[in-house]
């Protein structure tokens, strides 16, 4: 079983930054992908980053050139770093492996005022 905690979520102006962080329960050298999806309210899911097992990453056309994300396999954790926030990416991020399966964290708010 996989266990995905997800942290670094909170309040932000339009413009600024935030890192998102998921430690995974095991080592992720062996999942096929990781990544990040997010929901906003009234919204269907949607991927926002995801990295292969061999480290290629693909980014929804709404947050190229501003978000990256990233992995460490020596921590298990991989990354979201967010610049140049706007609110429309107000939504509650979700951490995402494929390992066996589908599993999900349980989410963190990102929250971007106007």
């Known amino acids: 079983q996989v266990q995905l905690v997800e942290s670094g979520g909170g309040l932000v102006q339009a413009g600024g930054s935030l890192r998102l962080s998921c430690a995974a329960s095991?080592?992720?050298?062996?999942?096929?992908?990781m990544g990040w999806y997010r929901q906003a309210p009234g919204k269907q899911r949607e991927l926002v980053a995801v990295?292969?097992?061999?480290?290629?990453?693909n980014y929804a056309d709404s947050v190229k050139g501003r978000f990256t994300a990233s992995r460490d396999n020596a921590k298990n954790t991989v990354y979201l770093q967010m610049n140049s926030l706007k609110p429309e990416d107000t939504a509650v991020y979700y951490c995402?492996?494929?390992?066996?399966?589908?599993?999900w964290g349980q989410g963190t708010q990102v929250t971007v005022s106007s």
């Open positions: 095991g080592s992720i050298l062996s999942y096929v992908a």
């Open positions: 990295i292969g097992s061999g480290g290629t990453t």
């Open positions: 995402y492996a494929e390992y066996g399966g589908a599993w």
